[in-house]
């Protein structure tokens, strides 16, 4: 048998923490056949919360979690972990300036990244989901320097996801038969979904999105507000935000990168930017990636138009401008 590999989430009392550790406890994260031992953090105030969930994942009898550690200690919870799938964070209330939502996100992510490093397995692999994710990543990036760059991502699967199934719902395919979209840069609104190289798998073979939806102004237009607006659009509707998407979307995002994407195939992941696609280095910069032994490889290579330049550079520079606000806040 496998030996079990420690997942830590944080802000596991929350609500995408209460979606996601049945999912990692069923095997959907890292495989049917791959026992695991759940590490849950979150702060005081919802220490008991936090115990209900892990009362309930007793009580689920999941075969494959073989432990829980449910605790608001940050070292107890970081010790020996393989994986950190980071959902905590400080959330934007009304009236709140961009600043100080940053700042206490900054100082969240700085002495957590201290944790991780001292105290989590050799190659611990880092998934942020927590809000700004692309800067909260970069900063658990530089307060953990012994944590290799390649080892901290952020999610941008959820975006990826929501663009397949919009052209899925557009086209009336299967969403399976949808692959390739891209996700390029933040996870805000500024994120560019790009289609230009998606494909759709049809009785004759693979065709390009852009000549089976035959609607230029659809896919240049409504279709990318729509991804990008989408997460507002779900908590209009259900008054709270994504939770059983983002979710699932973390499983896709960490399965992927353990176990290796299919053949011909790419996802979107935040990683740390190299500058490829003259993207702004140096920041976490949501690229299409193929995955492969556990390491994430950008695709190089391909063509980007004037259209899609531009909105490359847009969420690039978002990216730099909200850098200089967390470095801002460090001092
Ligand atoms: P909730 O407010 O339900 O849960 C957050 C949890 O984090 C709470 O239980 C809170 O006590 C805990 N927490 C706060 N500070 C902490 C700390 N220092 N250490 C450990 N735990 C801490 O929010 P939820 O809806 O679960 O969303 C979590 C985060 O995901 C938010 O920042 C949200 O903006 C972000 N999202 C990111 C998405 C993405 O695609 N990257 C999509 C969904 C989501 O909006």
Redesign the pocket.
């Known amino acids: 048998a496998k030996e079990p590999v420690r997942v830590l989430v944080?802000?596991?009392?929350?609500?995408?923490?209460y979606a996601l550790v049945p999912m990692i406890a069923r095997g959907v994260m890292l495989g049917a056949d791959q026992p695991v031992i759940l590490h849950m953090?979150?702060?005081p105030?919802?220490a008991e919360?936090l115990n209900g969930v892990k009362m309930e994942l007793v009580d689920a009898a999941f075969p494959l979690l073989k432990g829980v550690v449910a605790t608001t200690d940050?070292v107890e919870a970081c010790t020996g972990v393989n994986v950190a799938v980071m959902?905590?964070?400080?959330?934007r209330k009304e009236g709140m300036e961009r600043k100080d939502v940053m700042s206490k996100n900054v100082s969240?992510y700085k002495s957590?990244a201290f944790a991780l490093e001292q105290h989590a397995a050799p190659n611990c692999k880092v998934l942020v989901?927590?809000?700004p994710?692309n800067t909260n990543a970069l900063i658990l990036k530089e307060f953990a320097p012994s944590i290799p760059a390649k080892n901290i991502t952020?999610?941008?699967?959820?975006?990826h996801n929501r663009a397949l199934g919009q052209i899925s719902e557009k086209l009336n395919v299967q969403v399976s038969d949808v692959k390739n979209v891209i996700i390029w840069g933040n996870?805000s609104s500024s994120q560019y979904p790009d289609v230009n190289h998606a494909t759709v798998m049809t009785p004759s073979g693979e065709k390009p999105v852009r000549k089976l939806v035959k609607d230029d102004a659809w896919l240049n237009g409504e279709f990318i507000t729509t991804v990008q607006q989408r997460?507002a659009a779900i908590i209009k509707a259900r008054k709270?935000?994504?939770?059983l998407s983002?979710a699932s979307?973390a499983c896709d995002h960490i399965r992927d990168w353990v176990l290796g994407t299919p053949e011909g195939t790419w996802v979107s992941m935040g990683v740390y930017s190299d500058g490829s696609y003259n993207a702004p280095a140096g920041v976490i910069y949501s690229f299409p990636v193929t995955c492969k032994n556990g390491e994430w490889t950008i695709v190089q290579g391909l063509a980007i138009d004037e259209f899609s330049r531009k909105k490359l550079d847009l969420t690039g520079q978002e990216l730099t401008e909200e850098k200089e606000l967390a470095y801002s806040c460090l001092s």
């Open positions: 944080t802000g596991a009392a929350g609500q995408i923490g953090l979150d702060i105030p919802a919360a940050v959902v905590g964070g400080f959330p969240i957590q989901v927590a809000n994710a952020c999610l941008t699967r959820l975006d996870h997460g709270l935000s994504s939770a983002a979307a």
